[in-house]
């Protein structure tokens, strides 16, 4: 039997950290030799790799403010049933036309409740699918990143999650380490999820390999998907003449592609203003880095965010860093931001103590800190890990529907059936 594909639900809303990570997981699958097919249902993403993975774009929705506390259009309206019931049919109809052997759901349940209009059926799908075929039905399988946000009735929303777990997903897997952060920091209810519970180590990219063309020595600011960068990019193009040390370095301040038009010109306006270094441009503006790691393993200080994806990148690095968590969309930047810290891997400003002056600081501090940043012993094989569990799985269920069409044509020896998906 031909090996069934990976449904793969991934849907960012706010930034790009969602969908980076779900793509360099659905990257390592494709390259063990599963098909994947990666289901994005946001804001498209310039220069995303998903190695052998297959895209399926579902009509895009977007976070309606800086602290995604809804899904909207790209052009800021709020979605009409209509749109809704029409991403709701594409999405099962993928699930029939597919037979996965897995339905691997990025977050949900633990977030992305406004998608239950379309993760709900497609769950509910999944379980009726699994009273008729029994094991030969798909998996279900949450990947979830080391912190979950805090939510306003933190007990009820456990409990939620855990009667849905229990109902109806077979394997939790979790990015990160327990010595590092435990779920358990972040979801009380860790230790009933019992067996169902996996940590894979952290999601990182593969060591960059070094190219000579990859600028070294510089500044690096970025931030992120962008979406909530302007005023972290603006305090640091403002800090920059108040700390001659770094100001003698190039820059490269790197946007992300959905820094908003009137902070982009507004950056674009205080880059203009400044000087050459060492006869090339003090700062070089870019939207987007594909490269990102690389960048960040020669750099000589890097200011940024303290989403996942980029502490990891600057962990995995060892770059000097300072980072300053974004609070808009709850707890999970300061916190992991808090505990790295603690550990000497980077320095911290809090958003809420963010200034030119605190910043130029901070960065003062990280580039002649002796002995900084410390050694890092996160575990960063969280992406092969995964990988093994989840071939497990499909072929658990290859297995299963082996065995059924064995029992469905008696007498005859089982052999796999070749499928042409179309989308």
């Known amino acids: 039997m031909s090996r ?49 993975a297959e895209e399926v774009p579902l009509p895009p929705l977007t976070a309606a403010d800086g602290a995604a506390s809804a899904a909207v259009l790209p052009d800021g309206s709020a979605p009409d049933q209509r749109f809704l019931d029409d991403r709701r049919a594409r999405l099962l109809a993928l699930l029939s036309r597919s037979d996965p052997a897995l339905v691997l759901l990025e977050l949900f349940p633990f977030g992305r409740h406004a998608f239950a209009f379309e993760l709900v059926p497609l769950l509910l799908a999944v379980a009726e699918d699994r009273r008729r075929r029994g094991p030969a039905a798909p998996r279900v399988v949450v990947s979830l990143r080391d912190i979950l946000v805090s939510k306003g ?31 358990s920091r972040t979801f009380g209810l860790a230790d009933r999820l019992d067996d169902a519970l996996t ?154 103590e963010l200034s030119p002056a605190r910043l130029a600081a901070a960065m003062d501090d990280a580039l002649t800190a002796p002995g900084f940043p410390a050694r890092s012993r996160f575990d960063l094989d969280g992406a092969s890990r995964s990988v093994e569990i989840l071939k497990d799985l499909v072929d658990e269920v290859i297995a299963a529907r082996q065995v059924r069409g064995a029992r469905a044509r008696p ?3 089982p052999q796999g059936v070749r499928r042409r998906y179309t989308l």
């Open 153 to 183: 009735n933190q007990p009820w929303y456990e409990a939620t999650v855990l009667a849905v777990v229990r109902q109806w997903v077979d394997r939790i897997l979790v990015h990160g380490s327990p010595d590092v952060i435990p779920l």
């Open 199 to 352: 940590y894979t180590g952290y999601l990182a990219p593969s060591r960059p390999v070094s190219v000579r063309t990859t600028p070294r020595g510089e500044v690096v600011i970025s931030g992120g998907g962008g979406r909530v960068a302007g005023p972290l990019l603006e305090a640091a193009l403002a800090a920059r003449p108040l700390y001659p040390a770094a100001a003698a370095l190039p820059w490269r301040v790197i946007t992300g592609p959905y820094l908003p038009d009137g902070s982009r010109r507004e950056i674009e306006t205080l880059v203009a203003g400044l000087g050459p270094v060492a006869g090339r441009p003090g700062v070089v503006l870019e939207t987007f880095r594909d490269d990102f790691p690389a960048l960040l393993r020669g750099a000589a200080l890097s200011v940024s965010q303290a989403g996942y994806n980029t502490v990891l990148d600057v962990v995995s690095s060892g770059v000097r860093a300072v980072v300053v968590p974004y609070k808009g969309s709850g707890d999970e930047q300061p916190l992991r931001a808090r505990i790295l810290a603690e550990r000497g891997l980077l320095k911290v400003v809090e958003e809420g």
């Open 4 to 52: 069934p594909p990976i449904l793969f639900y991934c849907q960012h809303l706010l930034g790009v950290g969602h969908l980076k990570r779900g793509a360099l997981l659905a990257e390592a699958l494709a390259k063990a030799g599963e098909r994947v097919l990666f289901v994005a249902g946001g804001l498209p993403v310039p220069g995303l790799d998903l190695g052998g």
């Open 411 to 413: 007498g005859r020896r």
